[in-house]
């Protein structure tokens, strides 16, 4: 994946020259040529790295040539305005090439920047819309065969090329240096750590979802859902014990655009919830069951594999990274002198002794004398303590001679 951090557009230009091939089944009017030669200008132009009014006029191209088809043969309102939808990619792709739009979208462009897939997937809806309309159209008229012969492998293989193409045209758009860095680490979710059972596990939120959104998602969006389920499905298994990190951006393109890949996908994930399960002690062996229904109905291992991932949330801690026990924790105690009687508290000089549970009466301070205005203080009486006469005598003893000198 390194090409596509550094050159986002490659990629775009290869499904759309894979868009191109496949359209040379399909061609045998002069609408199915137009198509040919629009994915093929599209395809040339990103190779050249064209990031003007030429691409642009590229990416319009197809829309014109659907508004052609539309006008020969007729359309119903889903077709038209599935036309409708189809113009947001080249509009798009105007507001970051032409200066000329500056002044009306560049207030928008943040929005534009944070939601660059919408042109996209919204054509992706319609065209699911258009295919389930026919496909209860068929059912109706009591001949799948016409839906299978219309909506064949060819052709969905061709829709997920071209949605694949317009996706990465709009993201080359929006990273012109290349695609973020952080798309491609595959970080672990924040574990949780239980203070119960002292484990450290994935939180229950990124592995439960309502079962009954699940399946209506499925049914009525289905590979739009199936995809977003894919990569949150991928980023939510990153923490189970002993398992190495996926990147759910690389595995979610590699289930879009290489067949049958899908399949693989679905044996590892079910290995990851089976052992997880285990770690839990919840019972589960969907493994099997899950790359079996994966090969004959696709839609079932996704719902199968969310129920059990519901019940491994439900069960408490979603994993199995052991935390430290507390008891091995390291315990730290006061030092204790013993065998002297330095400081031994245990020394029975210290025991059973009565230290006095009366309080001790302090003497009260001195009475300072009280002084009233026109009184002075009374001379302070010094006294003396008598001394022996030969020491005053010897002490107040002057030398006159001594003394005559200093004068």
């Known amino acids: 994946m390194d090409f596509l951090k550094k050159n986002p557009f490659p990629l775009a230009a290869y499904c759309f020259a894979g868009a191109a091939l496949l359209q040379v089944f399909f061609a045998g009017n002069i609408v199915s040529t137009l198509y040919l030669l629009a994915y093929i200008f599209l395809a040339v132009m990103l190779f050249m790295k064209r990031r003007d009014i030429i691409l642009v006029a590229a990416a319009a191209v197809p829309s014109v040539v659907q508004l052609l088809g539309i006008l020969i043969s007729g359309t119903n309102f889903l077709g038209f305005l599935s036309f409708l939808v189809g113009l947001l990619v080249p509009g798009f792709v105007a507001c970051f090439l032409l200066p000329q739009l500056e002044p009306y979208v560049g207030k928008y462009m943040d929005y534009l920047k944070k939601f660059w897939f919408i042109p996209a997937g919204a054509g992706a809806l319609l065209w699911f819309l258009n295919m389930s309309r026919f496909f209860l159209n068929c059912i109706q008229w009591g ?181 430290p026990a ?45 002084l009233t205005e026109g009184s002075a203080p009374a001379e302070p009486v010094v006294t003396v303590d008598s001394a022996p006469a030969a020491d005053c005598e010897e002490d107040t003893d002057i030398d006159d001679t001594k003394s005559m000198k200093y004068l």
Not at 330 to 356: E, H, L, R, T
Request: charged fraction near 15%; charge should be negative.
């Open 143 to 323: 001949d799948l065969y016409i839906f299978f012969q219309v909506y064949g492998f060819f052709n969905l293989l061709q829709t997920l090329l071209l949605i694949g193409g317009k996706l990465l045209l709009c993201n080359w758009m929006v990273f012109p240096e290349g695609l973020p860095a952080e798309w491609f680490e595959a970080k672990p979710s924040e574990p949780v750590y239980d203070a119960e059972t002292g484990t450290y596990s994935a939180p229950a939120s990124n592995l439960e979802f309502n079962m009954l959104t699940h399946v209506l998602l499925l049914l009525f969006l289905g590979g739009i859902w199936l995809y977003i389920w894919i990569y949150r499905t991928t980023k939510a298994l990153n923490n189970v014990p002993g398992e190495e990190n996926r990147n759910p951006v690389t595995k979610l393109l590699l289930c879009m655009f290489i067949p049958f890949y899908y399949i693989y996908w679905v044996y590892k994930s079910a290995q990851r919830i089976d052992k997880l399960a285990a770690s839990k002690g919840v019972p589960s062996d969907i493994t099997t069951l899950s790359l079996i229904l994966a090969i004959l109905i696709g839609i079932i291992p996704p719902i199968l594999m969310q129920h059990k991932m519901n019940e491994i949330a439900a069960s408490g801690t979603a994993g199995g990274y052991s935390a």
């Open 326 to 370: 507390r008891d091995s924790q390291p315990s730290y105690s006061a030092p204790v002198y013993g065998g002297s009687d330095k400081g031994d508290i245990s020394d029975s000089k210290f025991k059973d002794k009565d230290y006095g549970s009366e309080p001790v009466e302090l003497p009260a301070p001195p009475v300072r004398p009280q």
